[in-house]
């Protein structure tokens, strides 16, 4: 009968533990996936889903630095990401794709 009590004593005390889980706000946040071992970027793709799922405004967790450039600067610029996609710039994951190159490309 004791062994009876125990193990269902522990038993109940493991479902307690398990059932210590995280909310989806929780688990979505910024500071938890952050915090998770993930990159900045992550948790900038995980919030920008959350918005649009939910067609909320999209904010940003990170500031976007802009730097000043000249008209030919900025010229040479767009000529260069237009060249090589792969160009860092600060509209990962947030631009939409146009599939044909146009005119007002540069």
């Known amino acids: 009968?004791?062994?009876?009590?125990?193990?269902?004593?522990?038993?109940?005390?493991?479902?307690?533990?398990?059932?210590?889980?995280?909310?989806?706000?929780?688990?979505?946040?910024?500071?938890?996936?952050?915090?998770?071992?993930?990159s900045t970027e992550m948790a900038e793709m995980v919030n920008y889903q959350k918005s649009k799922s939910l067609a909320e405004e999209f904010t940003s967790i990170k500031p976007v630095k802009r730097c000043k450039r000249t008209k030919f600067g900025r010229f040479w610029r767009r000529c260069l990401e237009y060249i090589d996609p792969m160009l860092e710039d600060d509209s990962f994951y947030v631009h939409d794709i146009e599939m044909e190159p146009r005119t007002t490309d540069f």
């Open 1 to 38: 009968m004791k062994k009876l009590l125990l193990v269902a004593g522990l038993l109940f005390v493991s479902q307690q533990i398990g059932c210590a889980v995280l909310s989806d706000a929780e688990m979505t946040s910024p500071e938890y996936i952050i915090n998770s071992g993930y």
